[in-house]
């Protein structure tokens, strides 16, 4: 019987006979942390992603940057301001206040298509360094109502992407089904935490973080029931 930190993972070998190559959409954050190092034990990578698209908490990319060299994997920041162009929501919008979800509606922090553009843009960079596998750490178990996080919204954005460019993309999503407090074990199961000491998640970019923002308090929760101390607040 297994322990509350224990976690299985699949082997390399259940995966693939052969060595893979993938890009993986950093953000900085402690799920897309967790994302490269699962992408590490399975793959080749040949890319971590980062996207500058005028977030508030863009103090993430420098996080970013720093688990990527720790790591040893290739790194690149792709522009985008559009978004912020386009303004309507509280992570690019500093003049609004960051709120939680409210009854029946999506949180201000909800940036419209923000995932499905940066899974799209990602794939187009891996067209062009022949890569057809795609990592990223979005979750419809312990997420704030996004729909764009969605195990239906990336099951249809692989056949699009496929349709689109004339290839066969395959999006990986390991904590889609995941709570908090399971993707903490697994961080701690594969050796990921020195990499979320490195991570940001807070929404207003604070280092320390905020604490009470919907984004911290989410962390905070998934550590809890982990029961696991988070490594972030050891070097804060």
Known sequence: MRGKNEIRITPVTDLATSPT??????????????CLHWALLRFEVAEALTFDYGQRHRNEITCARRIAMRLGVPHRVLPINSFAALGGNSLVDTDLPVRSQEAG?????????????FITLAAARAYGLGVRDLVTGVCQTDYSGYPDCRATTMQALEKTLGLGMDAEFRIHTPLMQLTKAESVRLAYAIGAF???ALSLTCYEGRQPACGICPSCVLRAKGFAEAGLPDPLLATS
């Open 21 to 34: 190559r993938c890009l993986v959409v950093l953000s900085g954050g402690a799920d897309s942390a967790i």
């Open 194 to 196: 020195p990499s979320l």
């Open 105 to 117: 509606q999506l949180p201000n922090t909800f940036v419209p298509g923000r995932n499905l553009i």
